[in-house]
């Protein structure tokens, strides 16, 4: 079993930038990044694949957010910029336990998800 867990997040005025990270405690392929803001169904943010050098995004954040991942490391970055007030969320890392790329935006497809952590953009 995998543990994921994410950090960086926090207060910020809109505009502003932040860096997630979410460390897995081992190997994972695929890694994503979603987010659930207050009364929201949890959506989709971006996803990479295990070598890096294929990404995704979610048409909300494409130009503003960049994913990375560092392998030594196990871990998985969402640099955010030009940050907005609906970016206010909850962000969640997940991950899956093969190099499957399709259909990044599912959720079902992920194996396993970390506790979340909070970001608020203020205007």
């Known amino acids: 079993q995998v ?11 809109a505009g502003g930038s932040l860096r997630l990270s979410c460390a897995a405690s081992g190997r994972t392929y695929l890694m994503g990044w979603f987010r659930q803001a207050p009364g929201k169904e949890r959506e989709y943010v ?8 294929r990404t995704d995004y979610a048409d909300s954040v494409k130009g503003r957010f960049t994913i990375s991942r560092d ?15 609906e970016d206010t969320a909850v962000y969640y890392c997940a991950a899956r336990s093969t ?8 959720q ?13 953009v203020s205007s």
């Open 3 to 13: 543990q994921l867990v994410e950090s960086g997040g926090g207060l910020v005025q």
């Open 46 to 53: 971006a996803t990479i694949a295990w070598t890096g050098g």
């Open 71 to 85: 392998n030594t490391k196990n871990t998985v970055y969402l640099q955010m910029t030009s940050l907005k007030s």
């Open 99 to 106: 190099t499957y790329f399709p259909a990044p935006q599912a």
């Open 108 to 120: 079902q497809t992920y194996d396993y998800w970390g506790q979340g952590t909070q970001v608020t």
